[in-house]
């Protein structure tokens, strides 16, 4: 029981209008902060898929470029580009997972995994042409390759600009 120099709360009866009215409001407000918060996690989620693809694909080129200059081997750059295949299917697969809420989310959403399968066909190429490699030498000057490249280095600008709008990048 309470004692008399303890303060009871005085709370509006669920039964009279003051109770009512205040169980509206807390429910609004409730409501109001999980939709807030549903825009803000769906751009940090395209931001972090574009973040970790533009990795992956920076990493790719890098790759191909120390095999060019036969500066790495054929054995490591074939498991960087395994891994980074592996990375962009998981950027993909992150962004697949969230649900967006709204028409603008959406079409980020649409825009990001765009362009993040589209990084993965670049890298597909890439893995190609290193799969068809003959000999040491012949990495540059293959047609192969100078499509891989050409795909990858279109796909880094394509996730640059992504990162510039969405904040996360220079």
Known sequence: MN??????????????????IA??????????????GCSAPQGQVAATAVNQGSSAVGTSVLALDLLA???A???????????????????????????PA???ERGLHREVISALVRAEAALGLARQALAAKDSRG??????GFRAAQTALAASAKELKGLRQRLGTGR
């Open 69 to 71: 200059r036969e500066r």
């Open 102 to 104: 709204t028409a603008a």
């Open 138 to 143: 012949d990495t540059a000057d293959t047609p």
């Open 3 to 20: 004692s008399p120099t303890q303060a009871r709360p005085v709370l509006p009866a669920p039964g009279r209008p003051g109770g009512r």
């Open 23 to 36: 169980s509206a409001a807390v429910l609004l407000f409730a409501l109001g902060q999980a939709l807030s």
């Open 73 to 99: 081997g054929t054995p490591a750059v074939g498991t960087s580009l395994e891994d980074m295949a592996g990375e962009l299917e998981d950027a993909r697969k992150g962004l697949l997972d969230s649900v």
